[in-house]
């Protein structure tokens, strides 16, 4: 797909996984909404890209905070690529150590965001990108959702965080099959471990040996990997309806 001169909305484009794809695609030419409840961050991040970037200040699971975006994005009728990055972890067990179950209120929030706030921005984007006018083999455009390892290899205390995120990696192929015929794509991408604001808040010894858990290369992953792997896939259109792990090979042990 010829992505230059179309538009894009990120979510959670404020920091991390999000920033670095917001930055990419600017760099290929795309504009870029970033969609976050971060406004000052998202702010940070247009201004570091300059123009023909812009935010929208708002929550993946409001419905009509995400139809605000999509439609910013969409204006002038060019919107091609929505990627989801907004979202986050929990650390919970079935049962605490005291026996008691697991509370169902964290468990709750996280499928929210994670998984509705994904299904918001899936479904509004895929809407206005229907609208749009296709291009070599009848493509309208992609969208890119964020999974990640721990829906394969879920660690003691991630049942929230592994159960939303297979629920991500779950809706790829129906997506993918419900939208094949107005000519859009979805793709997965299941990050391992990464440098994001989230693992920076660990002391340093504690990151390094995280990085060197990873098969190869030794290390965690960089937010711009991931921003270059959302860019191929928004210009290779035979990429769809798949799963693609960025991970350096890890397989997450049990803790």
Not at 133 to 145: A, K, L, S, T
Not at 190 to 201: C, E, I, V, W, Y
Not at 208 to 221: D, H, I, Q, T, Y
Request: glycine fraction near 12%.
């Amino acid at each position: 797909m010829e992505i230059q001169g179309c538009s894009a909305v990120v979510t959670g484009g404020a920091s991390g996984l999000g920033a670095a794809t917001a930055r990419k695609l600017a760099e290929l030419g795309v504009r870029v909404t970033v969609f976050d409840r971060n406004e000052e961050g998202a702010k940070a991040v247009v201004a570091e890209l300059g123009a023909g970037t812009n935010v929208v200040a708002g929550d993946v699971t409001d419905p009509a905070d995400c139809q605000k975006a999509v439609d910013q994005a969409a204006e002038g009728g060019n919107l091609r690529i929505a990627v989801n990055c907004a979202g986050t972890g929990w650390v919970g067990r079935v049962i605490n150590r005291d026996g008691s179950p697991h509370d169902l209120a964290p468990f709750q929030f996280i499928q929210n965001l994670n998984v509705i706030g994904t299904f918001n921005v899936m479904t509004k984007a895929a809407s206005a990108i229907s609208a749009t006018e296709p291009q070599i083999d009848g493509e309208r455009g992609v969208i890119v959702n964020t999974a990640s390892v721990a829906a394969f290899d879920g660690q003691i205390g991630q049942l929230a965080y592994s159960a939303s995120k297979g629920a991500v990696v779950g809706m790829t192929l129906p997506a993918a099959r419900d939208l094949a015929v107005v000519g859009i794509r979805v793709v997965a991408i299941a990050p391992g471990l990464f440098d994001t604001p989230l693992l920076a808040m660990l002391p340093d010894e504690q990151r390094e040996a995280l990085g060197r858990s990873v098969n190869f290369p030794m290390r965690l992953g960089v937010p711009a990997e991931y921003g270059e792997l959302v860019a191929h896939i928004a210009t290779n259109s035979y990429l769809n309806a798949e799963v693609i792990r960025l991970d350096g090979g890890i397989r997450m042990p049990p803790k």
